[in-house]
């Protein structure tokens, strides 16, 4: 089946620091890949899509220069937290919709906690 | 008014029993639909697609109401598996792959 790996599962990293998270379809091209965000006891929120090949599209009110969203290749999509701030510590999933016969496939997760 | 609205329990019943979930969507041009299961700490893996017609998946039964804007999940015979949180998931518009996700129902089944 389709899966989408994402890497790392859980990091800790002190406030000012940069935090790279990535996102692989491993067994199918991913033009559009989706990022959200969960906080406890919240629904995920969409932050942005990532296109390959072009500028990621944000959600009102996440700051595309701190969420830096990166589409190189059909198969990875990489997400930068800069200059993190322990308020910015959350559940980091990405998203891919491998085909119309597959429902969306979620990454396993980004435990980020800026301390 | 949020854009998918759930209630978010927790709904405590015993093994075997019946329990159902509603979600109500705000958006009228909303086209797909979809339950999904959260367990703690774990990413959101999908249940089932909702269709108009409505359909079962073994104890699943997913149900679509497009006049009221709602969607329902039946569990049959609940198992201690089962205990999770279900996400009600709705497309943003016409002809688009964004979702938006409701808050999820938390679920407990107790042996």
């Known amino acids: 089946g389709a899966v989408v790996s994402q890497h790392p599962s859980r990091v800790i990293c002190k406030s000012g620091t940069s935090v790279k998270i990535e996102c692989r379809s491993l067994?199918?091209?991913?033009?559009?890949m989706f990022w959200y965000r969960q906080f406890p006891k919240q629904s995920l929120m969409l932050m942005a899509t990532s296109n390959e090949g072009s500028k990621a599209t944000y959600e009102q009110g996440v700051e595309k220069d701190k969420f830096l969203i990166n589409h190189a290749s059909l198969t990875l999509s990489t997400l930068t937290v800069t200059s993190a701030h322990p308020e910015d510590s959350s559940f980091y999933i990405c998203s891919a919709l491998p085909g119309p016969f597959y429902g969306y496939t979620f990454g396993s997760g980004t435990r980020l906690t800026v301390v | 008014r949020k854009e998918v609205e759930q209630d978010p329990g927790p709904f405590n019943v015993p093994e075997g029993a019946t329990v159902a979930f509603n979600c109500t969507y705000s958006?009228?041009?909303?086209?797909?639909f979809f339950w999904y299961r959260q367990d703690c700490r774990k990413e959101p893996k999908l249940l089932m697609s909702?269709?108009?017609s409505g359909n079962e998946d073994g104890r699943f039964t997913a149900q679509l109401n497009r006049a009221s804007q709602y969607i329902s999940l039946l569990i049959r015979d609940s198992k201690l598996s089962d205990s999770a949180t279900y996400l009600c998931v709705v497309n943003a518009k016409y002809n688009t792959d964004k979702l938006i996700f409701g808050t999820g129902t938390r679920l407990q089944v107790f042996p």
């Open positions: 909702v269709y108009s």
């Open positions: 067994d199918f091209q991913a033009t559009t």
């Open positions: 958006n009228s041009a909303s086209q797909s």
